[in-house]
């Protein structure tokens, strides 16, 4: 072997096996990215960068594997598909050193792709994540079309808290409200006033004084029990809301997380009580 051969060599299995290492990271990068709905489903349906499809983007693709599955599980593929090239480069094909190396540039760029995918997902599905205020359930605190950031890391709410929640009682799939009773509370409506325990409730913190909540179908008097995981959340706007009022109690399952900061418009950038 001639001796100027050995230091290419050498860098040759140097980039050889950092290329190793990043193809690891990378495996277990997308093998989260695939499998988090299975430890994290209640936050992931609420995110569209699992169900958007490639016919989404394009309504023009007709075919069945592009239409039905999300563009997030496409580009994992296309990855793995990627991965497995660079693997029989590796270990099969003997390249030589610039070879590896515009392989190794290739691949820098892939997994900073995949890099900031995960990094966006372990953020919206552990953190927080982004959400549209639709409709006018909430005046004045929130208007349709407000843009607003959601905390997940809460396991447990507050009276005043404003959370997400998903029933399948509404027609909007994901709904804006804001907690009034908390587990294991009696609650009463009566005379367009809410009462906790038999005491009235003091709302004029987000509410005008001259606001009265009214139970649902017109009716004078209601009230709910709520149970050891249950909260009761009603609409800021009462007289246009589509709350506990109508579909009862909602479960601590059934809250995606708190609302307490709004950054579009921007006239009205900043927390939100």
């Known amino acids: 072997m001639n001796n100027t051969d050995r230091p290419d060599i050498q860098q040759v299995e140097h980039v050889k096996r950092k290329l190793e290492r990043k193809t690891i990271f990378v495996l277990l990068a997308l ?154 509370e009696f609650i009463e409506i009566e005379h367009g006033a809410v009462f906790i325990g038999g005491n009235i409730l003091d709302e004029s913190v987000y509410l005008e004084t001259s606001v009265e909540t009214q139970c649902s179908l017109g009716r004078q008097y209601c009230s709910f029990q709520l149970d050891d995981e249950q909260y009761l959340v009603l609409g800021d706007n009462r007289i246009d809301s589509m709350d506990s009022r109508h579909f009862g109690a909602v479960s601590i399952y059934d809250i995606y997380g708190t609302v307490s900061f709004r950054y579009r418009p921007l006239s009205e950038l900043g927390r939100v009580n």
Do not use: C
Not at 33 to 55: E, G, H
Not at 128 to 141: C, D, K, Q, Y
Not at 149 to 162: A, C, F, P, T
């Open 31 to 184: 093998f989260f990215i695939v499998f988090l709905p299975l430890i994290r489903d209640r936050y992931v349906t609420f995110d569209m960068i699992y169900t958007t499809t490639l016919s989404d983007v394009i309504p023009i693709i007709r075919v069945p594997v592009f239409y039905n599955t999300p563009i997030l599980y496409l580009l994992a593929g296309a990855m793995l598909i990627y991965l497995g090239t660079v693997i029989v480069r590796l270990f099969i094909l003997k390249d030589s050193l610039e070879q590896f190396k515009r392989i190794y540039h290739r691949f820098d760029l892939v997994s900073f792709v995949v890099y900031l995918i995960t990094t966006y997902i372990i953020v919206n599905a552990f953190f927080f994540s982004f959400a549209v205020v639709e409709g006018a359930s909430m005046e004045p605190t929130f208007h349709d079309g407000d843009n607003v950031v959601m905390q997940h890391w809460k396991n447990s709410y507050n009276r005043g808290d404003l959370v997400v929640i998903r029933t399948d009682y509404a027609e909007s799939e994901y709904l804006i409200k804001r907690v009034i009773g908390l587990p294991g």
